[in-house]
């Protein structure tokens, strides 16, 4: 299948445990903010959304953190599960008045068992 | 499954040949989306549609490539005298936009991984 991910930046965690990504993203016009989940040979899963008049927001074992100030985000995985390895990209928009998505470098997640 | 879906999920052609590849949004998703993916890198966009209507094209969306959604339903993406840069995954996705001052979250499908020999 597709191999996703090739030379992308690695968090190995063990399983269990809890996982932090971290995205910077480009624009600080950028009012909409989501994080995806990619697994080899996959198209993206969307996992959770932030607006930028928000700094947090949670979800079923995951929660998504939002720095205007120095434009980064971050994505905790509570209680990490070997079926959470994959890549994850955080993906902008809204900076130019456009619907496109703007997705940053990824970030490939291994859980060891 | 009600997902988005797209077809072919693989498609193996020679340099100069035309193809094509179909994506069926989630029903009743009003806005449909093309992403190209190469490897290790993120989604890129392509275009998308609001209805039938093309509203907004990317500078990587060359002469060679055309997008349709002529019902509002699915759309086709057609690549005449494909290159061998043209190798990619080609993702679709849609939403339910409700208007200015809603959230437009996308929906991927599975993509269609395209080989230029």
């Known amino acids: 299948g597709e191999s996703v991910g090739l030379h992308l930046p690695t968090l190995s965690v063990q399983g269990g445990d809890n996982s932090i990504i971290n995205c910077a993203y480009s624009n600080s016009a950028s009012d909409y903010f989501i994080w995806y989940k990619q697994e080899s040979g996959k198209g993206p899963q969307f996992i959770i959304d932030?607006?930028?008049?928000?700094d947090k927001r949670q979800g079923q074992r995951v929660t998504v953190l939002l720095n205007k100030t120095v434009k980064h985000l971050s994505l905790q995985i509570a209680a990490t599960q070997p079926g959470d390895s994959a890549v994850y990209f955080c993906?902008?928009?809204?900076?130019?008045?456009?619907?496109?998505?703007?997705f940053g470098s990824g970030t490939r997640l291994l859980v060891r068992p | 499954d009600t997902g988005v879906s797209q077809n072919p999920r693989h498609k193996i052609t020679k340099r100069g040949q035309n193809v094509t590849f179909r994506c069926d949004p989630i029903s009743e998703h009003n806005r449909l989306y093309w992403y190209r993916q190469t490897l290790g890198q993120g989604p890129e966009f392509l275009t998308y549609f609001q209805n039938e209507a093309q509203l907004e094209k990317s500078r990587l969306l060359s002469d060679r490539f055309s997008a349709e959604r002529p019902k509002g339903s699915f759309s086709t993406l057609e690549i005449q005298r494909t290159e061998q840069g043209d190798s990619a995954m080609y993702l679709c996705?849609?939403?339910?936009?409700?208007?200015?001052?809603?959230?437009?979250?996308?929906?991927f499908g599975p993509g269609t991984r395209l080989t230029v020999l």
């Open positions: 996705a849609s939403s339910l936009w409700a208007g200015k001052g809603h959230t437009d979250t996308q929906y």
């Open positions: 993906a902008e928009m809204g900076a130019d008045s456009s619907y496109k998505l703007i």
């Open positions: 932030i607006r930028s008049n928000m």
